[in-house]
């Protein structure tokens, strides 16, 4: 008796340890950042800098 856990076991596992994965919402952006055990401030501002694609762009244009 010993199955392999399910992937989903794990996910449950992170989310008990708090630990979140942000991904930016922009189409064909790799973009993530994974984090735990910060600080709200400091969840907040990682949360920020991975939705704000302008942060990311694969291209920064100097308009
Ligand atoms: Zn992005």
Redesign the pocket.
């Known amino acids: 008796m010993s199955q392999p856990l399910p992937s989903r076991i794990g996910d449950a596992a992170a989310l008990l340890l708090g630990q979140h994965t942000v991904r ?1 919402p ?1 189409p064909g ?1 790799t ?1 993530r950042i994974r984090y735990r055990a910060v600080t709200a401030d400091e969840a907040k501002r990682l949360t920020a800098l991975a939705t704000d ?1 302008t942060r ?2 694969p291209e920064q244009q100097s308009t």
């Open positions: 930016c922009h952006c973009v694609h990311h762009g």
